[in-house]
């Protein structure tokens, strides 16, 4: 069969074969193909969705090309040296920066809310000590609907902003306990009187017996960290909690999908796998020999922490972390030789032509991993950091669904199975 085309043409007039090109704000412009189907029995081909703008969001902007965040219009590197995570959250799921009474009240509301249900706690004994901390949030966090779903009712806006506080306020205790189990430590409970930051720290590193010392350095670079895993706009998982949502299932069990969805190395598990590939290159001679595995098209090895599906430029939060980790590393006097390598690797590739001719930069996870390992993470519990962090956005993109009316998401495929065919010796 001879391959047929379709001749796009964008102009301002209409005719019978028109389709509308939707403008944004900013970035690129979309072709609305809602009635190619209906008029035209086609449909569109984008697997990965290179080329797919699923909704239109108002929350988060990301121009891979110049290498662009902006949370609500603000760049992330503001965000990042003046802001807080809770006033962050705030901003991502009502969309502008509180004021000092809305910012008191939403401090009130997630110290109202941030204990875990006790019968919660007795869920984590059910689970095997090393069972990886991921492993062990998609089911926690899935439980919750059990505790939360005959009481909400997501058509009522209150019930729905509720839903929100609750898993913001929630995720520090529920990402602790999986590490203070897997231990044998007892769990603490936070404590109002810190931030939201130095309330995971404790809850990840007290114990019951003793004062935790808090070191603001270190709470400050977590809170950075926050920060900048908040949002970034229709990544996969936060692609899986809209898909999740759009069915009315319920926000605990659509954000236990994100994190599913966030686990994988390719996402959020990339910090983790970073770390472990840094340890196994050892020492900077080994660099070469690593880069020429990255490049080899037989060998399915990639060089974690470089690429990114849309930063065809250097990630705007990989700089900021770069510098957290040389801060954090010099205020507590440590030397990790992970970092000297990570720098020297980040270099070489920078300047070696198969990286440039691909655009492949480090991202957000390349420097990660060695900061949260200085601030003394277990490696198994940095993509749990990260779903902390990037509930804040999942769930102002759930308030953002919800606000739609779009029906559920069911995409469609290009279907290259067999033709009909008939059940032998059937009529
Ligand atoms: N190392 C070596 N080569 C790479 C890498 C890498 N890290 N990333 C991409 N490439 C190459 C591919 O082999 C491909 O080469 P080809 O054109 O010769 O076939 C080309 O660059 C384009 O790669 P794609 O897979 O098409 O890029 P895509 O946009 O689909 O992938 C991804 C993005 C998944 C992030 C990829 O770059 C990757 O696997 N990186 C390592 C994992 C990682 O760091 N993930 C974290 C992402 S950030 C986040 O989730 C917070």
Redesign the pocket.
Known sequence: MATKYVNAVISEEQNENSLPVLDGTLGPSAVDIQTLYARHSLLAFDP?FRSTAACKSAITFVDGDKGILLYRGYPIEELAESSSFVEVAYLLMFGDLPTPAQRQQFDLAIGNHNLLHEQVLSFYRGFRRDAHPMAVMVGVVGALSAFYHDVMNIRDANDRQLAAIRLVAKMPMLAAASYTYSVGRPQRYPNNKHDYATNFLQMMFGTPVQEFAVDPVLARALDVIFILHAD?EQ??STSTVRLAASSGANPFACIAAGIASLWG????G?NE??LKMLMEIGSVENIPKVIDR??D?NDSF????????IYKNF?PRSRVIQGQAKKVLAHLGKDDPLLEIAMRLEEIALKDE??IE?K?YP????YSGILLRAMGFPMNMFTAV?AVARTAGWVSHWLELQEESHGIDRPRQLYVGKTLRHYPGGK
Do not use: T
């Not at 190395?265 to 959020?268: L, T, V």
């Not at 991202?363 to 390349?366: E, G």
């Open positions: 990965g970034h990544n996969a190395p390719a996402h959020g990339a796998a970073v990255a490049k098209k990639r060089l974690m922490g470089f690429g990114h599906r990630d198969y990286f691909r492949l991202n957000v996870d390349f990260f």
